[in-house]
């Protein structure tokens, strides 16, 4: 018994003791670290493998298996450095993989094939190009890219976008320039003629600018309008001075074929066409040798119109427009005015406005907002002592309504006259008729006011209508619409039936010329249903293709 008591306790011992060599044999750190997850994106692309010791760590890449020494008191910046420099393979890998993103809509003609998922890689030179136009469709300056803020947001959207300078894309954005104007160029290069429209300005230093624009029909039939140049004109404006930047910009573009140009009604512009006319018609550019060329701009002549009209009856717009700058003075004034406004039980959704007195379209705005709040500023008269010592009086505005329902067709017409995505031509002449209608009814208003008014737009109106380009009304004549007829039956009501026999037959005589010269322009074998014009005049009307 005490021999099997020691064994067991020797046993005890020995194993106490073999517990304890083993503790002590095993180094402490093995279990007491934690493994940490490796928390580096470089790792997506190296795997750790042991060194040839055993002992130290290897990163071994996972493109071109180079091994790197990887302790972890270095970092992994020299794992970084292999990815974007030195590693081929992933360099190469990296530009030709493809990202899938989604198409916007804008990308695309079509709306319905607009949005979808498309394969994407980044391209530094397409990013370039985006830059720049970004830079001109907001209009923002070069410096912008040397800005540290935007060169921020950049790298964090696309790490890998190289910094450009404004230097840089001040080059991208000229080339962009180069080739949109040889694009423009070939597109104007197919088109028979084109017609301009010039206008002039005249900055407070006293400088000069000129804009040029095109517009045309390409082989679609889709109307287009194209700044051409903006171009600083020297001192003098003379009219030879226009007439050189105008042929200049003629000569760069390699237009050949011109319809039409279209310009102010000032001295300066008619020498301008004059020796234009005289130029471009010497190098066959024109139609019928210039005859038509001039067109004076309907807008501007309306301006003018008006603008004398105006005049005549100033006591009562000045009495309106004073009245508005008064309930406009001062916050108050507004509260009260906004008062008397629920008080009528009318919609201020559409406030007053103040109109600028060298624009007679604001003029026309202003009045037509403060005649919609005749009643509260009625009502105001009593409410306010001062406003209503120089209130307007019950005459003042029923001319101003006589006014309105004038100045409302010069309105409508100078805004169908100003747009760009239709053609304005055809339109011409039934604006003008609406117009000569609406002055004849004015002339005979009982109000003598009125009356001097009507009559001084007229006279106005009957000089610039007989300086009128023939091309406008041969404008009608083409429209399937109308023809020959109906601009006869207009000049019937114009004038007298002498005159008006006259001018139908000045249109249908223009008409019949400028169609000879696109058959002998056009045809190749001149198969002539129109042996001459001559021959026309003796024809009976019902055989002419514009009745």
């Not at 130290?56 to 020494?69: G, Q, V, W």
């Not at 007679?360 to 907002?369: A, G, K, R, V, Y």
């Not at 000045?506 to 001149?526: G, N, T």
Request: glycine share 4%; aromatic share 10%; hydrophobic share 40%.
């Amino acid at each position: 018994m005490v021999i099997c008591g020691y064994l067991f306790r020797s046993w005890i011992l020995l194993k106490m003791l073999l517990i304890l060599l083993a503790l002590l044999g095993t180094p402490r750190h093995k279990h007491l670290k934690k493994a940490y997850p490796t928390k580096s994106v470089v790792w997506n692309h190296f795997t750790k493998e042991k060194g040839p010791d055993g002992i130290d760590e290897r990163a071994k890449c996972n493109y071109c298996k180079k091994l790197f020494a990887c302790p972890s008191s270095s970092g992994t910046s020299s794992l970084k450095r292999h990815l974007d420099k030195t590693c081929i393979p992933y360099t190469s890998r990296d530009k030709s993989k493809k990202l899938l993103s989604f198409k916007s809509v804008r990308d695309s003609d079509d709306v319905e094939e607009g949005a979808g998922v498309m394969p994407w890689m980044f391209d530094q030179d397409r990013a370039r190009r985006e830059l720049a136009i970004f830079i001109i469709k907001l209009e923002l300056s070069f410096n912008i890219v040397d800005k540290d803020a935007f060169r921020d947001f950049m790298m964090f959207i696309q790490p890998r976008l190289k910094v450009i300078s404004r230097t840089t894309i001040r080059k991208e954005l000229l080339n962009i320039y180069g080739e949109e104007k040889l694009k423009l160029k070939r597109l104007i290069g197919v088109c028979h003629r084109v017609s301009l429209t010039a206008d002039m300005w005249t900055s407070n230093q006293t400088l000069g600018y000129l804009c040029l624009t095109a517009h045309f029909i390409d082989d679609n039939w889709k109307l287009h309008k194209k700044i051409l140049n903006f171009c600083m004109v020297p001192a003098p404006h003379g009219g030879d001075v226009i007439a050189n930047a105008i042929e200049l910009c003629l000569i760069d573009w390699n237009i050949s074929k011109l319809s039409t140009i279209t310009l102010d009604n000032a001295s300066n512009n008619t020498v301008a066409v004059r020796t234009l006319v005289s130029v471009l018609s010497r190098k066959g550019m024109l139609l019928q040798e210039g005859r038509f060329f001039h067109v004076r701009c309907a807008a501007h002549v309306i301006n003018l119109i008006v603008q004398d009209g105006l005049n005549e009856i100033k006591e009562s717009v000045d009495v309106i427009r004073e009245s508005v700058k008064y309930v406009r003075g001062s916050q108050a004034r507004k509260q009260l005015f906004e008062e008397c406004i629920l008080q009528e039980r009318l919609s201020s959704k559409r406030g007053l406005c103040i109109d600028v007195a060298t624009r007679w379209n604001s003029t026309f705005l202003m009045l037509e907002f403060a005649l919609q709040f005749e009643s509260a500023f009625t009502r105001l008269q009593t409410r306010d002592a001062i406003f209503a010592r120089e209130a307007p009086t019950v005459v003042d505005w029923k001319n101003a309504k006589v006014i309105c329902r004038l100045l409302k067709v010069f309105y409508d017409a100078t805004k169908l006259f100003s747009g760009h995505k239709y053609t304005t031509a055809n339109l011409y002449f039934h604006e003008v008729f609406a117009i000569q209608e609406h002055l004849l009814g004015m002339a005979i208003h009982e109000d003598v006011s009125i009356n001097q008014m009507a009559t001084k737009m007229q006279s106005k109106f009957d000089k610039y209508w007989r300086e009128c380009n023939v091309m406008l009304a041969i404008a009608v004549v083409l429209d399937p619409r109308y023809k020959l007829k109906y601009l006869s039956f207009i000049y019937h009501l114009i004038y007298a039936t002498d005159e008006a026999e006259s001018q139908v037959s000045l249109v249908k005589y223009e008409a019949f010329k400028i169609y000879d010269e696109y058959v002998s322009a056009y045809s190749s074998r001149r198969t002539r249903v129109l042996q001459s014009v001559e021959r026309f005049s003796e024809v009976d009307d019902r055989t002419s293709p514009f009745e």
